[in-house]
């Protein structure tokens, strides 16, 4: 659940990224995943962690993660495919390499002193997401306000007052426009359907590890 939390509260994110900026949410996000896993420390019951790790925990998981792409979406121009794709393989290195971390404190700890270790690690990401320049957008936005960037300009085929429109646009808190781009929406609808067949396989290898042990 909270791994499909990360992705369902997307649009939720993506307007408080749009509101707040990416530093600030970034920050609100690695807090919510703190919280989340010190309260699941603490949980007496399953029920109770279906909302402080995968509601909570889900929750800034998504935050950080929108965060991330956008604000290397904004620090890169040229090479924004190649920094992008870094960015992405960050996901796969760290299941890589966090998993056997986490079943060595299992092994030495029990699961609630896991959780606290993982959350004082998590409660680094807060200070390193101060590093989030919240004026590179706003350079961005000035570059076509003011005309400074001519050929930024003339690429876009954007005039003086479409740019200010889309600067209005990008303050929403939803913005739906984007579902009117079919490309879009295949992509989208392409990408749940893999999703799917993705994640649901993580449900039962617990189980078929269990049974072969047994």
């Known amino acids: 659940m909270q791994i499909a939390f990360i992705f369902a509260l997307g649009p939720l994110t993506s307007a408080l990224v749009n509101r707040l900026g990416c530093r600030l949410t970034a920050i609100i996000g690695g807090l919510c995943c703190v919280s989340g896993l010190l309260l699941s420390s603490l949980a007496s019951s399953v029920y109770i962690m279906y909302v402080t790790y995968s509601v909570l925990f889900g929750f800034g998981g998504s935050c950080l993660y929108l965060s991330s792409y956008v604000i290397t979406s904004q620090y890169f121009v040229k090479n924004r495919s190649i920094a992008t794709g870094i960015t992405a393989s960050g996901s796969g290195l760290g299941v890589l390499s966090v998993a056997p971390m986490l079943q060595a404190l299992l092994d030495s700890f029990d699961w609630r002193k896991t959780y606290r270790i993982t959350a ?11 590093t989030f320049d919240p004026t590179v957008a706003k350079k961005g936005e000035n570059s076509i306000d003011d005309g400074i960037d001519d050929r930024k300009c003339e690429d876009q085929k954007m005039s003086h007052d479409q740019g200010k429109q889309a600067q209005e646009e990008r303050k929403k808190w939803f913005d739906l426009s984007v579902f009117k781009e079919k490309v879009f929406v295949v992509l989208t609808l392409c990408n749940t359907v893999a999703s799917i067949g993705h994640n649901t396989p993580r449900l039962y290898l617990v189980r078929l590890s269990t049974n072969s042990i047994i």
């Open 120 to 130: 004082g690690i998590i409660s680094v990401v807060c200070v390193l997401c101060l």
